[in-house]
């Protein structure tokens, strides 16, 4: 008997990177074999159109990563494509629909709570965040550096039998600028879902995931598919919960009509 399915209203996920070598699609699609949910937004940087225009890879598990969302889509799930800046390439194709997915630039999505949360990729802050191109451009190389020594970690944990860990993750928090960096993003972010008037905002774009409340708006990233291995998903009863996926499953942040779900909270 097939083994039952955890089942979620909605479903965030967003630089997953296939077509990149250090995108985890062996996690990722064991998480969408896995759960069920009647919407699954995809959030920018799906597919890494710069990796592959450098160098083209594309192993079978990329191929099923897309198989899978294409098959939901086509079995009723609600599909939703907002691209990011890596596959800017499908901003062309923004209303139209493929394969039963519908590719938006944006899009207000109401939770069960009655919420509103501006779903969009993120790269429309940069200009917030970086000081200037040359900085851009020493944070691009500095971080394929992270991301050489996270496979090189990860490959060898794997060689011993040990769970995936991020090492990139890792070293980003203890980075001062890296800290800075994501703080002043999640200002433009929580300052942009002001001017479009939501109750909170889903973003990816940072490779960060978090999930904060600040100046009445719940501010959510959902992470990566390339270090962190994270969804954001709402629950049925309409909480916003950030969920790790590995060889284990583990719930990180937990938001119910967004106040902080605790020990204390759950009990009451």
């Known amino acids: 008997m097939a083994p039952k399915k955890s089942k979620y209203q909605t479903i965030w996920l967003s630089d997953i990177h296939l077509g990149c070598k250090d995108c985890k699609a062996q996690y990722l699609l064991d998480l969408l074999n896995k759960v069920e949910a009647k919407t699954i937004y995809l959030v920018g940087d799906i597919i890494d159109i710069w990796a592959l225009e450098r160098r083209f890879n594309w192993p079978k598990l990329h191929n099923q990563v897309v198989d899978t969302l294409i098959d939901k889509a086509k079995q009723g799930t609600r599909v939703i494509y907002i691209p990011g800046n890596h596959d800017e390439k499908v901003r ?10 519908e590719i938006h630039q944006d899009y207000i999505h109401t939770t069960l709570q009655d919420k509103k949360l501006l779903v969009i ?14 900085q851009s451009r020493l944070g691009d190389v500095l971080y394929d550096f992270l991301l050489f020594l996270n496979r090189v970690c990860y490959a060898t944990r794997k060689r011993f039998g040990w769970g995936y860990w991020s090492l990139a993750g890792y070293i980003k928090s203890r980075v001062k600028g890296a800290n800075e960096a994501i703080k ?8 942009y879902a002001k001017t479009r008037g939501t109750d909170g905002i889903v973003c990816g774009h940072i490779h960060q995931p978090d999930m904060i409340y600040r100046d009445d708006i719940l501010y959510c990233n959902d992470g ?9 998903a709402e629950n049925l009863d309409g909480s916003i919960e950030l969920i790790y996926w590995t060889e284990t499953v583990q719930s990180l942040t937990q938001f119910s009509d967004f106040a902080p779900v605790t020990p204390a909270n759950q009990a009451a």
């Open 92 to 101: 062309k194709y923004i209303g139209m629909t493929f394969a039963d997915i």
């Open 121 to 134: 990729h993120g790269d429309v802050f940069d200009g917030k965040v970086c000081l200037g191109k040359w």
């Open 184 to 191: 002043r993003y999640q200002d433009a972010a929580i300052e």
């Open 224 to 232: 990566d598919w390339l270090e962190n291995c994270t969804m954001l």
